[in-house]
């Protein structure tokens, strides 16, 4: 894997799972790789989005932060050193217009969700 141009990473986050960030502010995008798949998405704004490939279509979906029946953010623990949010669909998938061929494309579609 290489480096993508104003992400960092890629980083290894679990065993096989490695991911690559970019911030903008307070906003994160996302790009993850595991073996052959890859998917991505943006968290932090009031529209977080998930883009993955599903049956030989890219979806996108609204997401928006897990709680559990106590009203608690669910978290989890990577690596033993590092809490992370864990963010649920909310909607049904939509199909995206644009095919996506390579962790490059994704970042530039993941760029222009952002703006």
């Known amino acids: 894997m290489t480096p993508l141009n104003g992400w960092d990473g890629p980083d ?4 096989g799972l490695f991911r690559y960030s970019r911030y903008l502010s307070w906003i994160r995008l996302y790009i993850e790789i595991e073996g052959d798949e890859f998917r991505g998405g943006i968290c932090g704004t009031s529209g977080d989005i998930e883009i993955v490939r599903e049956e030989g279509k890219w979806m996108r979906y609204a997401t928006s932060p897990a709680w559990t029946a106590a009203g608690e953010p669910v978290l989890l623990l990577r690596g033993y050193t590092t809490w992370e949010m864990v963010y649920e669909r909310i909607s049904e998938g ?5 095919e996506i061929e390579t962790i490059e494309g994704l970042a530039l579609c993941l760029e222009r969700c952002a703006q």
Do not use: G, Q, S, W
């Not at 290894?12 to 065993?15: A, G, P, T, V």
């Open 94 to 98: 939509v199909p995206l217009d644009e």
């Open 12 to 15: 290894c986050i679990d065993e």
